[in-house]
Nanobody, 124 residues
Framework: QVQLVESGGGLVQAGGSLRLSCAAS????????MGWFRQAPGKEREFVAT????????DYADSVKGRFTIARDNAKNTVYLQMDSLKPEDTAVYYC?????????????????WGQGTQVTVSS
């Protein structure tokens, strides 16, 4: 089992920045690929970013490329999502997810563990 707890969400003006954190406990975190997803009101949950177990291989949704950065610190069992140049359309609940595989993935169905989510609201 893996427990995931997100933090760092909040209210920010358009153009601002936030850094989300996801603290993991339980199963060996270092060998798990991690991902960030988000869900806006009335919409399906969508892929944002993913990283492999080592943090070297990453992938991003087109809508956040060049603005968001995913990183991990295996010594701290934590994965981060740095969000810059935020837009009102980035408003959503952001979820951290973990795979039992070490390979990154942009597909929701490939993730085995999910956090409770943290709200990000970007005002115009």
């Amino acid at each position: 089992q893996v427990q995931l707890v997100e933090s760092g969400g909040g209210l920010v003006q358009a153009g601002g920045s936030l850094r989300l954190s996801c603290a993991a406990s339980g199963r060996t975190f270092s060998y798990s690929a991690m991902g960030w997803f988000r869900q806006a009101p009335g919409k399906e949950r969508e892929f944002v970013a993913t990283t492999n177990w080592h943090g070297v291989s990453t992938d991003y949704a087109d809508s956040v490329k060049g603005r968001f950065t995913i990183a991990r610190d295996n010594a701290k069992n934590t994965v981060y999502l740095q969000m810059d140049s935020l837009k009102p359309e980035d408003t959503a609940v952001y979820y951290c997810a973990a795979r039992t595989s070490s390979a990154r993935s942009s597909s929701l169905e490939n993730y085995d563990y999910w956090g409770q989510g943290t709200q990000v609201t970007v005002s115009s």
